[in-house]
């Protein structure tokens, strides 16, 4: 079947400091793939996302690229602020297939 | 509307009482969905609709739990003897369609939260 697995949270991480949060899936063919995230009392946003092959997503300083190889497609950012704390998903849409959430926490 | 709308934002029920959520998506959009989102938990998919067809209802979690879409537009998901554990955030989203990928980027409602006590 169709799955998603994250990266197991809390993370807590200075303002500045990289960010990595790591997704991989399974599933049969080659599906797009997206990062979703909740800021505090809001519903998801859509983040990014890539669907196809090596397809690297961005928006507001976030990236990721879409690994067939590895079936992966990590969250990063190279400088957290106070304001990206919020849970961030990695998903299959076509499957409504998200990942448990990841809880992103950035202390001043 | 410009978003996807859910009402109320806060339901507060006795055990055993029936509950309507609702849901109305982003005008055009035919692909409806909601989720359960309970504490620390990510999202469970429940069901979806396309048009007013809910093609697959495996994901309700129990026989107490129905949806209802009319019009293509407005949704409801309906559950009857509340239990303690439907305790959660119940999550509506809407897509323009099932395929392809401008098509099935979902937009999320800021959901209801659902306290059953």
């Known amino acids: 079947g169709n799955s998603v697995t994250q990266m197991e949270g809390p993370v807590t991480l200075s303002e500045e400091a990289f960010l990595t949060i790591n997704c991989t899936y399974t599933?049969?063919?080659?599906?797009?793939l997206f990062w979703y995230v909740q800021y505090p009392g809001e519903g998801l946003q859509l983040l990014l996302k890539a669907t196809k092959a090596d397809d690297k997503g961005s928006n507001k300083g976030f990236e990721a690229t879409y690994r067939k190889e590895t079936t992966s497609f990590h969250l990063e950012k190279g400088s957290v602020q106070v304001s990206d704390s919020a849970v961030y998903f990695c998903a299959l849409l076509s499957k409504s297939t998200f990942g448990d959430g990841t809880t992103l926490t950035v202390k001043p | 509307g410009a978003g996807v709308s859910q009402s109320p934002s806060n339901k507060v029920t006795e055990k055993g009482k029936d509950v309507e959520l609702r849901c109305d998506p982003i005008?055009?959009?035919?692909?409806l969905y909601w989720y359960r989102q309970s504490l620390g938990q990510g999202l469970e998919f429940l069901i979806y609709?396309?048009?007013?067809?809910?093609?697959?209802k495996s994901g309700l979690p129990s026989d107490r739990f129905s949806a209802e879409r009319t019009g293509g537009s407005v949704s409801t998901l309906t559950i009857q003897r509340t239990q303690q554990e439907d305790s959660a955030v119940y999550l509506c989203?809407?897509?323009?369609?099932?395929?392809?990928?401008?098509?099935?980027?979902?937009?999320f409602g800021a959901g209801t939260r659902l306290s059953v006590l």
């Open positions: 989203a809407s897509s323009l369609g099932l395929a392809g990928i401008a098509k099935n980027i979902q937009y």
């Open positions: 005008s055009g959009h035919t692909a």
């Open positions: 609709f396309q048009g007013n067809s809910a093609p697959d």
């Open positions: 599933a049969t063919g080659y599906p797009s």
